[in-house]
Structure formats: C-alpha cells, structure tokens
C-alpha cells in the first residue's frame, strides 16, 4: 500500500506552497540571539579579522546593534567583554566599573524589554592567562576556588541588569554555585544558562581573536573532548539537576547528535552554539564564491533546529532574522 506507485513521495515535494505547508521545522527571528562583543576603551568599532561582518563594538556602536537586533526580532544578545587591563583573578570580571557589566546596563536600558540581555559568566576574557578559571600553585585551573569567582561575577552581572547568565566556563558545580548566591541575594528571576556540553574545540578559533586571548595551550582539562556523546548528555542532566533553566550544546554542527540526545534527555529548554569557526567557514567559502552565503547560513541554521535546538545563538542572528521577516 505505501508503496511506489500508489505512494509517490514527491508529491509534498511539488511547490514551494506545499512545502512551505509540511515543512517540519520552523526557523524564526525570535530563535535566534546575538553573541556581541564590547571593548574597553573603542570609540569606533574595530573589525574582527578572522570573522568578517563581525567587530569588537565601543559602548555606543553597541547600543546601536542591540538596537537594530532587538527591532530585527531577534530573541536576545549574548554579551561578551574584552578588558583593558587583565590580571590573574580576573578582577575585571566582576568590578561593576568593568565593561562587561557597564554595557550591560546600557543595554539593558536600551532593549531590556525588547529581548533578553545575556551575559558570557566565564574568566577568561579577563584573566592574564586566558584560562576559565583561576589557576593554582601548580599553575593548574582550581575549579573550587574558580566558583567563588564565579558567584561574584554573577552577582555583579544580575546586578547590571542582565536577564540570563550564560555559564560557559566548565567547572564542576557551577550551575549549583551561582543559583544559590543568586537566590541568597534575591535575584530568583535570573535565568541560568548552562553551556553544559560544551567541547574544546578548534572551531572557537576565530574567538580567539575577537577576545584577543591570552590563551597559550587549551582547555581540554575542563571542556569535553569531540569524541564523547554520552559524557555530553551526562553533563547536562547534572547541570538540569543543578538548577540549569536551560542547557546548550556547543559548536553546534559537528555535535548534532549530542543536541539531540540532551533534546530527548531533559525536561527543560535546550539551545546551540553555533560558533565562530561555523561563521568563519561559510563567510570564507561564499566570500570566494564556492557556495551560496544566504541559503547556506538559513540551512546551517535549520539543520541545528531540527537537531533539536529551541533557540541558536548564531552571529548572523540580526541578518538572518532581517531574511526570516
Ligand atoms: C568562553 C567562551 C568561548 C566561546 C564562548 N565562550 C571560548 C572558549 O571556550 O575557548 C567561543 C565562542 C565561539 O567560538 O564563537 N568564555
């Protein structure tokens, strides 16, 4: 009976009217949210080589993309600070007068209620060593006394005005950790983030840059190794355990299998990352004419939702969500 030619299974396929009918996967502005950078000390944004679209913003270059993302749709923006000056503790990290949380509070105030303002929680935009942690005598990451760093930043980042916290540092009992300082202090509302499966890999190269790390060697004591699945969904059911509002996946399309798996493992909201080297490597291959730039990046895109992702945060978000209208 479901069998050629009583069947034929093109017949869904015979206009884009019926296809756009039993399309499966919705892509939508409201999906997408920004990962933004923010310099300490820019008066004129500063390009990023290795990402070409994409600039370290001064305070006011910004305010304006939030802007035009928050009117674009786009669901919210990922903020990231690169400091002046980096030391061993990161102390920038939770200084109110640091940059991470001063551009928070602009941009809070600027599109707070139009999209939810997101903050990076991890050291290593402002520690001298570029490690996620602070480090100890051995000159290795000390996970427990990292968590203590951790709390402050995040009450320092909820103070500012950011709506969700984006814990991407990998230490043990970090969702756990700064649930209970935020709560202790009030912030309930705070949503946690929790870059649960995130993998140390080479696709966060062009990062790299766009932070100007400090980096020397890599992270894998703490980020999971590409070759693991499992280790992938038992990261996030600890972090769903811990209090985690939301788990993600991170890249996102070398680890799709991962995203499903956690999407079929928990209960709660699960995102992807769709990283820098993902960004990279399409703008390299259409800026040389080899594929097509637009349906490239709506298919990555689609491919990491029907993956499993409820949201992505993707550096095209703004255009993508402009194209999506
Ligand atoms: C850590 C962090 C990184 C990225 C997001 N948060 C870098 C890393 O773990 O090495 C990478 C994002 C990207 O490559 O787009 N704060």
Same mark, same amino acid.
């Given at each position: ?90 102390? #920038?990290?939770?200084?109110?007068? #640091? ?9 809070? $105030? ?9 903050? /990076? ?132 399309? #070398? ?11 928990? /209960? ?17 291959? $259409? ?39």
């Amino acid at each position: 009976m479901s069998r050629f030619p009583e069947t034929r299974l093109r017949r869904l396929r015979q206009s884009a009217p019926v296809r756009n009918l039993v399309r499966e996967t919705s892509l939508e502005a409201r999906q997408l949210v920004l990962p933004v950078f923010v310099r300490e000390g820019l008066t004129e944004p500063a390009p990023i080589g290795s990402m070409p679209g994409v600039v370290q913003h001064s305070l006011d270059s910004l305010r304006r993309a939030a802007t035009e993302a928050a009117e674009a749709g786009v669901g919210g923006v990922m903020l990231f600070g690169i400091p002046e000056v980096r030391d061993a503790e990161g102390s #920038g990290a939770d200084d109110p007068a #640091g940059i991470l949380n001063v551009a928070t509070a602009a941009i809070a $105030a600027e599109v707070g209620e139009a999209l939810v303002v997101q903050t /990076d929680l991890c050291l290593d935009e402002f520690t001298d060593h570029g490690h996620c942690g602070v480090l100890n005598a051995d000159g290795a990451v000390d996970n427990d006394a990292t968590l203590d760093r951790y709390r402050s930043m995040a009450l320092a980042q909820a103070r500012a005005g950011s709506q969700l916290l984006g814990l991407s540092g990998m230490m043990d009992g970090q969702t756990a950790a700064i649930r209970e300082a935020l709560d202790t202090e009030g912030f309930h509302h705070t949503l946690l983030l929790a870059y649960s499966a995130k993998y140390a890999s080479a696709f966060y190269g062009p990062f790299r840059e766009a932070v100007d790390s400090q980096l020397t060697g890599d992270r894998r004591t703490y980020q999971l190794d590409p070759g693991n699945r499992r280790e992938g969904v038992r990261e996030a059911l600890f972090d769903v355990d811990e209090g985690a509002d939301i788990v993600m996946v991170k890249p996102a399309l #070398g680890f799709l299998d991962v995203l499903r798996e956690v999407r079929d493992a928990v /209960d709660v909201p699960v995102w992807a990352y769709q990283v820098s080297g993902e960004y990279a490597m399409i703008e390299a291959a $259409a800026g040389n004419g080899w594929i097509d730039r637009r349906s490239a990046v709506l298919e990555s895109l689609v491919s990491i939702r029907r993956a499993g992702a409820e949201a992505v945060l993707t550096y095209w978000a703004a255009e993508a969500a402009r194209w999506l209208r």
